[in-house]
């Protein structure tokens, strides 16, 4: 079977007009991704200071309306308590998203980190929501799991 120069050439010429059109769209979404990251990095300062009044201010409203302030601050002291200081996090994944169940519709970036804290190895998630009042990513869910082995 022999290949005519002409059609291979128009053939990666689509290809390549392909992979344009479809360009600007990844780059919207890694656009998000990196906002709804830098959001979650100044979010993590204030949470693994213990600012618990902080991070729940800064939240999105399905946060707030989850979880009480008063439980927030609880459920983060155990966790701290437990897991010590945290050492080194390593970003693992950023992915956007506007399809998650049980949630309201709109624009979300799931993000997670292995952290290693003083007494134990983690993934962390953290689901930032595009809030479009104030234009700004805000912490919409944190779990945070102990890794099984060390």
């Known amino acids: 079977m022999s290949y005519h120069p002409a059609r291979l050439l128009r053939g990666l010429t689509?290809?390549?007009?392909?992979?344009?059109?479809?360009?600007?769209?990844?780059?919207?979404?890694?656009?998000?991704?990196?906002?709804?990251?830098?959001?979650?990095?100044?979010?993590?300062?204030?949470?693994?200071?213990?600012?618990?009044?902080?991070?729940?201010?800064?939240?999105?409203l399905i946060f707030q309306e989850?979880?009480?302030?008063?439980?927030?601050?609880?459920q983060v002291?155990?966790?701290?308590?437990?897991?010590?200081?945290?050492?080194?996090?390593?970003?693992?994944d950023k992915r956007y998203?506007?399809?998650?169940?049980?949630?309201?519709?709109?624009?979300?970036?799931?993000i997670q980190y292995q952290t290693q804290y003083e007494n134990a190895r983690t993934t962390e998630t953290l689901t930032m929501r595009f809030d479009a009042d104030d234009d700004a990513w805000r912490t919409a869910g944190y779990f945070v799991d102990p890794d099984e082995e060390q």
Do not use: K
């Open 14 to 60: 689509i290809l390549l007009l392909v992979g344009l059109v479809g360009t600007p769209a990844l780059a919207q979404h890694e656009a998000e991704e990196e906002a709804a990251h830098e959001a979650a990095e100044e979010w993590l300062v204030l949470y693994d200071d213990g600012d618990t009044e902080a991070t729940w201010d800064e939240a999105a």
């Open 66 to 74: 989850q979880i009480p302030q008063q439980q927030w601050d609880a």
């Open 77 to 92: 002291e155990q966790i701290h308590a437990g897991l010590g200081a945290p050492e080194e996090r390593t970003l693992l």
């Open 97 to 110: 998203t506007e399809e998650l169940p049980d949630v309201p519709e709109g624009e979300y970036v799931i």
